[in-house]
């Protein structure tokens, strides 16, 4: 038996062949091997080879494991109820070496599970609700209020260049208008087309955590990979509590990095950029600093798009942020 990524098995041929050797299973062998030689597939491929009736004899206990392991696939439960030897891998026919053999495939469901499983190693995420972490295009509901800013973000991924984009997208508007929502269709969609790796994160939390590791090896890890993930989402800018520190040494880093390697990050704010540049300017302890707050908001304005997104509350159904 041959698999097609070399996976180690017990081959099923051994198991089988005891099997045959059972008088129990002797008495029932004709019926069974009618079966076997019924089996629509089994018909093709023999006539497709001219197989003798020495070579099917030979390789009965063969076509025994495809003519079973075919039969599951025809009844197929679904990928997490698969019954096949290696569950999502689909049977095939092969002569090799003038014998008849068996490999395995992946089957669509399981070759969509895997690809699954990759865009979700592109796109990670730091303290964002998982129910919107799997967002698509197609689940977004286009409402007049929001059809701007869906246009805008479906424009975004579609043009995208990996390597070459070096503007990003802000959205901004009132709570659970879905503002994040579509930024992870974005991301979504930038993986599983364009293999592109990106991060969100939630703002308020992500600033939180780095003043709690200060001093840690953890830190350095975290603010560098946000620095050079290819693409960054800080999803509810303006939500932080704003200290000079995570202002200048925190963000502001982040974002001279990003800017100076031409390295898109993407936003989404309750504040317009004259909001949240107010924000920005205001600490507790050292008041106002319009200078500063202006300096990171450069890095802002002319590496972004700004778009309103307006509509409904949608975080009350529990939908979409």
Known sequence: MSFEEGDN?????????????KAQFQTTFPKIKAEILANPGIQKFLHKISATDELIERSL?????????????????????CTNVMPGYSPELILSHGTIDVTYHRCPLKEKYDEEQKQ???????????????????????DPERFEAIQLAEKYAR?????????????????GVGKTFIMCAIANELALRKKV????????DFFRELKHSIG?????????????????????????TITTWIRDDVLGAILQYRMMEGLPTLYTSNYD??????????????????LKAKRIMERIRHYTIPQYVGGENRRKNFIQK
């Open 159 to 175: 043009e995208f260049e990996p390597g070459k984009t070096k503007h990003g997208l802000y959205f901004y508007g009132d709570f």
């Open 216 to 240: 840690q090896d953890m830190f350095y890890e975290k603010l560098n990979y946000i620095k050079t993930v290819p693409l960054l989402i800080l999803d509810d800018i303006g939500s932080e």
């Open 9 to 21: 098995m017990e081959p099923i041929q051994d198991t089988l062949s005891e099997m045959m050797k």
């Open 61 to 81: 206990a063969k076509l025994y494991e495809f003519h079973q392991q075919h039969s599951n696939c025809v009844k197929c439960p679904g990928l997490d109820k």
């Open 197 to 204: 790796k990106s991060m969100i994160v939630y703002t308020p």
């Open 273 to 290: 950029y004259d909001g949240l540049e107010d924000h920005l300017a205001y600490s507790e302890k050292s008041g106002t600093e319009l």
């Open 120 to 142: 979700r190693q592109l796109f990670e995420s730091l303290y964002i609700p998982k129910e919107v972490l799997n967002a698509r295009f197609s689940q977004l509901d286009i």
